[in-house]
């Protein structure tokens, strides 16, 4: 297996070590199916976006790492993804202890394989739900109910059987083979690893269910109750496994499964995450995507991140890049004075990744039109302490805000 470590908004091209046309068509092929979100195509090869997370196809793994600072090694920020996605809930994972000695030579795929598999062998461990289901066949003795036609077709010699439709009481229903199909998907993708063993271990463990072709929707009905609220977290990752997988995507023969996350997204929800933690038990009330009508019945507007603190309210929007010059876009800065009128706040910020610098809140105000001296400030906070992700953005911010 080849790795190739990237960055937001490097280029992959054909010289790259395992990269050929056959690969460089069936990326494009699949960004196109997603509506061409992850990568724009450029010649022999294809330019990243702000997604970041890992692409394995055919012997080729792509680690698409987030990199604010230059300086810093992939170790750091492949921790820093990883760090971000525990602290957002994404990745619901322990790396404590000698586990964490390991992890550091694992990918992301490897990270949610792992997981995967340890989800089965506990389900395995504790017993594996059955359920009722119909099934129709022959039987030697009469149960359920008699299929006249069918056994007049299929029993005229036979009269000693019965083709009827009846109930079945075992582990054959949508559930496993759901999670069967995952577990099918993992074993492809774990060739030549150290989970491979194991995954083949567990494929031995598990019952024999009927092989489905899985969709998104097969895969959004499939419901948990009482008895099967133990599967919650295995049904959650076989989930992301299933729907990230693309097997041939309208032409080609390669396969590829894909973990990719928007840096945007990520970095907004890890802002807000530590806010909340750092408010907790406080008066002050932190709020993620809070709306509000702006055109019509239909249009909203939507900050990042509201903090209401007593009778005051401020507003802070995340931008996962680095400003040219530190000087924000005119359209961002439009976008925050939009925030303050319609929130009436007196502060709102734009808040970036990077070193930080000395900053003050500066006027929006029409005396003409505005009856509050709305400001904005356009703030940085470091991604990393140290070596580490800095787990004191929620205090920092909270004092830029002052």
């Known amino acids: 297996m080849i790795t190739l470590t990237k960055y937001e908004y490097d280029r992959v091209t054909l010289s790259d070590e395992g990269m050929d046309q056959a690969k460089l068509d069936a990326l494009l092929r699949f960004n196109e199916y997603h509506d061409n979100q992850y990568f724009d195509g ?23 790492l987030p990199k604010v600072d230059r300086n810093k ?10 760090q971000m996605l525990k602290t957002t809930g994404r990745l619901k994972v322990q790396t404590t202890g000698s586990a964490n ?39 030697k003795a009469l149960k359920g109910k008699l299929e006249f036609a069918g056994n007049i077709r299929k029993n005229l010699v036979h009269k000693e059987r019965f083709y009827t439709t009846h109930q079945v009481y075992d582990q054959d229903h949508k559930l496993h ?24 271990r567990v494929q031995m463990d598990f019952p024999e269910v009927k092989k ?37 995507i309208k032409a080609g023969q390669e396969k590829m499964l894909s973990l990719l996350f928007d840096m945007n997204v990520l970095w907004e929800e890890y802002v807000l995450t530590m806010l909340k933690k750092e408010c907790r038990g406080t008066d002050i009330i932190v709020k993620g995507q809070a709306s509000k009508k ?34 924000p876009s005119v359209e961002d800065l439009r976008q925050m004075y939009a925030y303050a009128r319609f929130w009436d706040t007196e502060k709102v910020m734009l808040l970036y990744p990077g070193d930080p610098i000395d900053s003050k809140f500066i ?9 509050r001296d709305h400001r904005c400030k356009v703030a940085f906070v470091s991604v990393l302490d140290g070596t580490n992700l800095d787990r004191t953005i929620g205090e920092r911010v909270l004092g830029l805000m002052e």
């Open 42 to 64: 450029i010649a022999k090869g294809i330019k990243l976006k702000q997604y970041v997370g890992i692409i394995q196809i055919d012997g080729l793994t792509i680690e698409v």
């Open 101 to 139: 000695v390991r992890r550091q030579h694992m990918n992301l795929l490897e990270i949610y394989f792992e997981m995967y598999l340890k989800e089965l062998q506990f389900l395995l461990h504790s017993g594996l739900v059955k359920k009722y289901r119909k099934e129709t066949g022959n039987v």
């Open 294 to 327: 702006f055109w019509g019945a239909y249009k909203t507007i939507r900050p990042d991140i509201v903090i209401e603190k007593g009778e005051e309210t401020y507003i802070v929007d995340t931008k996962w890049k680095r400003p040219s010059n530190n000087q």
């Open 363 to 371: 006027s929006y105000k029409n005396p003409d039109i505005d009856q």
């Open 73 to 82: 090694d992939d170790a750091t920020w492949r921790e820093v993804l990883i």
């Open 212 to 248: 489905i072709n899985v969709n998104e929707q097969i895969v959004g009905s499939v419901t948990l109750d009482r008895k099967t609220a133990p599967y919650e977290k295995a049904l959650e990752i076989a989930r992301l496994i299933i729907l990230n997988y693309s097997p041939d």
């Open 177 to 200: 083979q759901v999670l069967s199909v995952a577990l099918d998907i993992v074993q492809q993708f774990s060739k030549g690893t150290r989970l491979n063993d194991v995954c083949r």
